[in-house]
């Protein structure tokens, strides 16, 4: 169980075209879910918080209208990087919580590594 | 909000031997202390976690500390092997108002010398 996905895993794209990428919980309902980029050798930074049915709440320093956060059921929330540059070149991570049966958890999808050209 | 820190960053010991690595949060309110190893371009995989009314949890070779008053908690793997080589990432989630949010640490390279 806690089984997470994500796809695509790795996208190359434009500058100037929007990337979607989608994360799902594949076995549980998740009513959050999370939003983390990675950048070489560095540490997860969390971008935003998504929440099924309301607007994503964003970190500071995060552009809510280049990286639009849609979250339209429990098992789905997707992440749309717009209008991309070469410096949004990244590992994107999404997690999903898992709150059942007295359990409080975050397990992670594999990640998709975006290149922007 | 909340703000880990982690060390050391790189961590290199023999085989066999133990590997610790430390980690501080300053938000008081913060209940849960989750661990991730993250092996190079995979997921980051949840290995233990602790909770904040308890004060150590063990599971095989990996143990977790927490001290509630000093804000500090550790990872503790006895007789290291050469698969426990990965990044490991301490994190912590805050309480009620943070949303559940895990914020994590800047991560320790371990290594494991044969």
């Known amino acids: 169980g806690a089984v997470v996905s994500q796809h695509p895993s790795r996208v190359i794209c434009k500058s100037g075209t929007s990337v979607k990428i989608e994360c799902r919980s594949l076995d549980f309902q998740a009513t959050t879910m999370f939003w983390y980029r990675q950048f070489p050798k560095q540490s997860l930074m969390l971008m935003a918080t998504?929440?099924?049915?309301?607007?994503?709440?964003?970190e500071q320093g995060v552009e809510k209208d280049k990286f639009l956060i849609n979250h339209a059921s429990l098992t789905l929330s997707t992440l749309t990087v717009t209008s991309a540059h070469p410096e949004d070149s990244s590992f994107y991570i999404c997690?999903?919580?898992?709150?059942?049966?007295?359990?409080?958890?975050?397990?992670f999808g594999p990640g998709t590594r975006l290149t922007v050209t | 909000g909340e703000n880990v820190e982690q060390h050391p960053s790189t961590l290199s010991v023999q085989e066999g031997d133990s590997a610790v690595i430390k980690c501080t949060y300053s938000d008081s309110a913060s209940n849960y202390f989750p661990w991730y190893k993250q092996e190079l371009g995979k997921r980051p995989q949840l290995i233990i976690d602790i909770r904040s009314n308890v004060g150590e949890k063990k599971d095989q070779r990996i143990a977790v500390t927490l001290n509630k008053t000093a804000k500090h908690f550790s990872l503790h793997i006895t007789e290291t092997q050469p698969e426990d080589s990965a990044v490991y990432f301490c994190a912590a989630r805050g309480g009620y108002s943070s949303a559940s949010k895990i914020i994590f640490g800047s991560g320790t390279r371990l290594s494991i010398r044969p």
């Open positions: 998504s929440n099924e049915g309301s607007k994503a709440t964003y």
């Open positions: 997690s999903a919580r898992y709150a059942i049966s007295g359990r409080d958890e975050q397990y």
